[in-house]
């Protein structure tokens, strides 16, 4: 499926031939412009924001010295800080000291420890609701509403001890937060709260290059996710996968239109990352593939796309979604399928997504662990075979 292609459209016009007006369809000549055929992005448009928060993995204590002010424990933050007046921020002087004396608590030898790291994000705000969660609570940009919020939520456990939030912040659990609002937050004065920014570190794009575009970042569309690639790691003897952005796609075709001809075909419509290994093809939503068994991956030749067994025709199936390093498919003989997955009684065809990862048959291979994409001519004729 092509996601972008160049404006060819026509426009009636009336022509002054020999004297005569005719009225004919002439070629658009004005602007170069692209049509994309898909939307861009959500609705929704986010600010960027500079969030700290905590690192996930350990940091080696010898490497953050010079950074002591993101150390998260406060004794050796204290221990730290002290040294580092002393030699007067002398890294060199600082190291040598640590590697001869190295920081003990509680008769542990610390070689590593937890620092807070300064990310960027995108936030927006929303309303607090019955929808609101702890991924919610705990992404909230200001440290002051976020400590406020978590001294309401105390007020709503169960007997269990669990929290709950749709007490907590449906419209009687907000009256009762912003009546008691100055005693959640240690005796000062607060405004009241009804909504919230939250971060997320992710995917989103810039709107645009130019003025204040580039500070507004939006969310790729459902159903945006055109293109996945499959790549081969010859270090972990494995395929490895990635889900494209579109707005990646866009940048790279609009790229690739610029080249000379000759090179535009044997450049891929998606950008290739070389760190991935050897790009091997790319799916896209009803792209076919054929899943070889053992014996056919090991002698590709058994397999015939002139005249195939009715077995192996069952083998081929068609691309249907992407998401992540996750692909999702249906086998190609189904058109539509006769239970379709229901919520409420948790029973359908082929489960929740109405689709596979896996083949249907006994072997229930991984598709795209081994799978060769087919390309067919406009009759579905095979013309080319890529593994």
Known sequence: MRVINKTNNKTWQWINKDGHLKKQLIKQTQGNNWAIRKPMHKETVYGKVLVKQKRKNLVSLNNVLEKWELIIDKKIKSIIKEKSKFYKSDLKLLKKYFKENPIELDNNKIDKIEIYETVEATASRIALSEKFTRKHLESITDSGIQSILENHIENYLDDKGKERFDLAFNSDGIDELNKNIVSLNDGKQHQPIY???????????????????????????????????????????????????????????????????????????????????????????????????????????????????NKQVSNIYKMEKASGVECYFIRNDISVLIKQYDAKTKFGELGSQNKYQTTMCIDNFKIIERCWKLKTNRLGKITNVIN
């Open 195 to 309: 909504k919230v920014r939250i971060y997320e570190v992710g995917n989103r794009f810039n709107v645009g290059e130019t003025g204040n575009k580039k500070y507004k970042f939006v969310e790729a569309a459902k159903g945006t996710n055109l293109f996945f690639a499959i790549y081969w790691n010859s270090e972990k003897q494995k395929r490895v996968y990635e889900t494209v952005p579109l707005n990646e796609v866009i940048e790279h075709q609009k790229w690739r239109a610029s080249l000379p001809k000759e090179e535009m075909k044997n450049t891929p419509l998606i950008p290739v990352k070389e760190e991935n290994g050897q790009f091997l093809f790319s799916l896209s939503p009803n792209d076919l593939v054929y899943i070889p068994n053992d014996e056919e991956i090991e002698n590709p030749s058994l397999v015939n796309f002139e005249n195939l067994t």
